[in-house]
């Protein structure tokens, strides 16, 4: 069941997102930048190559958004305040959060620097939300906005609704109200909507089921799971149609959060035209992540080398290691069979390593 009954009091997912999280915490530290279009990535320095990190919503008035080359994010917003990422500062202010949301009687999962879900047994899901809201606010000055759903699927989605609708210094600065998806308004509110609208469709898939016939939530929702099954695969194409439905069997879990993978990497001022130089690149890359995963004691299982060319298009390849390990020269020669998978030998604008954990 989706929804599950104790008495009179009914089993509710809430999905609580941190509001324009890294650049509430720099307007935070630095209060005179409140209103103003914040852009935080790389160094903070606009006219070097660099992608944005996050963008406060009068930035993204202009059309900044997070993956936006800091270039291109000055010509749009060129009155915008550009400042360097600080990993530190955010995970404390998230530390800080998440441990307001266990003070909650729920089960709390978090799954980022800012966001969690939470299971909460009430009779008025909104009252709760309402309460987090408050108390996020009066521990950290952070505002979030707080989904409601009877799964995690549906609260995330209700989450995207509830967010503040525009760019605005007021709607930036007030947290908005708690908003309700169930399976009764699900068609409602989804039906007619894009493929990508649900939470784990991407573009490439929406195109793909587009090349099906099938370009809305609906449309998704009344194909035939075995007909998709032997079109996009006999496990993705009926979670498709499930996930059209609204349906999210995956349950809340409160065991604490551990990240997935660790990740470096390296935007070069000037392409990287020289592919042994690419490779010294990638050893140094995986050499430093590779003294992360020794510093946490944590085999690594996959090793993925993520290649941007000139100008802008970004391919990843992965290699699986032997066994489970944290030898540096093992990671460092499974970064380099990953590497020598990219067959386009064009300049290189960007290079990353990313080492992966069981799950």
Not at 94 to 123: H, I, K, N, P, Y
Not at 295 to 316: C, G, L
Request: net charge negative; with cysteine.
């Amino acid at each position: 069941m989706l929804a599950l009954l104790n008495g009179s009091v009914t089993r509710w997912v809430l999905h609580v997102d941190l509001d324009q999280f890294v650049a509430a915490v720099e307007v935070l530290r630095r209060p005179e930048l409140r209103g103003l279009p914040v852009v935080v990535g790389g160094d903070g320095d606009p006219t070097k190559r660099g992608v944005v990190s996050t963008a406060s919503y009068e930035a993204r008035a202009y059309g900044v958004h997070p993956g936006l080359p800091l270039r291109t994010a000055a010509r749009r917003c060129p009155d915008a305040v550009f400042l360097p990422v600080d990993r530190d500062a955010y995970e404390a202010a998230s530390s800080e959060v998440m441990a307001t949301l266990r003070e909650q009687d729920a089960v709390v999962e978090v799954v980022g620097w800012d966001e969690a879900f939470l299971a909460v047994d009430t009779d008025d899901p909104e009252a709760t939300a309402r309460q987090i809201q408050r108390r996020v606010r009066e521990a950290t000055n952070l505002d979030c906005t707080v989904g409601i759903g009877q799964n995690k699927l549906q609260a995330k989605l209700a989450t995207g609704f509830g967010k503040p609708a525009g760019a605005s210094a007021q709607l930036a600065s007030a947290p908005s109200g708690p908003v309700r998806l169930t399976d009764q308004t699900w068609f409602d509110v989804l039906g007619d909507r894009p493929t990508d609208a649900l939470w784990g469709i991407g573009g490439k898939t929406a195109k793909r089921l587009a090349g099906f016939g099938i370009d809305t939530v609906k449309d998704l929702a009344a194909t035939d799971p075995d007909d998709l099954a032997t079109k996009i695969g006999p496990t993705i194409g009926p979670w498709l149609v499930r996930l059209a439905h609204g349906q999210d069997h995956s349950p809340v879990v409160g065991t604490p959060y551990v990240a997935r993978s660790r990740s470096r990497e390296t935007t070069f001022q000037r392409d990287l035209d020289d592919w042994d130089e690419v490779r010294r690149e990638v050893v140094n890359l995986a050499q430093r992540v590779a003294n992360d995963v020794d510093s946490e004691e944590r085999p690594a299982i996959r090793v993925v080398v993520k290649v941007r060319y000139k100008p802008f298009t970004t391919h990843t390849h992965g290699h699986p290691l032997a066994a489970p390990t944290t030898e540096i020269a093992e990671i460092e020669q499974a970064a380099l069979a990953a590497l020598d998978m990219f067959a386009d030998r064009r300049p290189v604008r960007l290079l990353g390593v990313r080492v992966e954990f069981p799950r």
